[in-house]
T-cell receptor, first 109, second 113 residues
Framework: GQNIDQPTEMTATEGAIVQINCTYQ??????LFWYQQHAGEAPTFLSY??LDGLEEKGRFSSFLSRSKGYSYLLLKELQMKDSASYLC??????????WGAGTKLIIKP | DADVTQTPRNRITKTGKRIMLECSQT?????MYWYRQDPGLGLRLIYY???????NKGEISDGYSVSRQAQAKFSLSLESAIPNQTALYFC????????????FGNGTRLTVT
């Protein structure tokens, strides 16, 4: 079966750096997405990786290793507004999106 | 104005009732999707449509039906609501390009009592 694993919950301190991991086992790979979702709101797109390596976008970076079935989202200079769930999703060989359950990130002052 | 609009935002209904959730978009995207989200679970695909004449079942289509009335409108119906259909429902659109993300509506919180 297809599976995406993320930690259920993480806690970090305002101003610090946090890394949210995502491992996947899917039938084929056609790209990996990260979304941010504040409680009760819609997911919003953060990043897309299809080739190995690091994609940087301001305070957020996303890394992909296809050979390891692994990605991480790195958030720097954490702000209270970064408290949210972070969803990892992979496009499989049929271009269908497979979603992880999300990681709830709690930021403490 | 939101690019993807869902109505209603909240709905409480009784077991056995038929209800419809509506979605409209101004993004001009051909592809539209309905997902449900439950605590502790990933987004699960109910139905999707790649154009007005194309409707496809997702992984959890039982108990649901959809209608693509126009390129911009995609509605989800629960034929006879049951309590385990209580969830947060999202409509989403995409332009179908490989790297393009989904664009989500603000969601409908449905409670079936």
């Amino acid at each position: 079966g297809q599976n995406i694993d993320q930690p259920t919950e993480m806690t970090a301190t305002e101003g610090a750096i946090v890394q949210i991991n995502c491992t996947y086992q899917t039938s084929g790979f056609n790209g990996l997405f990260w979304y941010q979702q504040h409680a009760g709101e819609a997911p919003t797109f953060l990043s897309y990786n299809v080739l190995d390596g690091l994609e940087e976008k301001g305070r957020f970076s996303s890394f992909l290793s296809r050979s390891k079935g692994y990605s991480y989202l790195l958030l720097k200079e954490l702000q209270m507004k970064d408290s949210a769930s972070y969803l990892c999703a992979v496009k499989d060989s049929n271009y269908q999106l497979i979603w992880g359950a999300g990681t709830k990130l709690i930021i403490k002052p | 104005d939101a690019d993807v609009t869902q109505t209603p935002r909240n709905r409480i209904t009784k077991t056995g009732k038929r209800i419809m959730l509506e979605c409209s978009q101004t993004k001009g995207h051909d592809r539209m999707y309905w997902y449900r989200q439950d605590p502790g679970l990933g987004l699960r695909l109910i139905y999707y449509s790649f154009d007005v004449k194309d409707i496809n079942k997702g992984e959890i289509s039982d108990g649901y039906s959809v209608s693509r009335q126009a390129q911009a409108k995609f509605s989800l119906s629960l034929e006879s609501a049951i309590p385990n259909q209580t969830a947060l429902y999202f409509c989403a659109t995409s332009d179908g390009q490989g790297s393009s993300p989904l664009h989500f509506g603000n969601g409908t919180r449905l409670t079936v009592t």
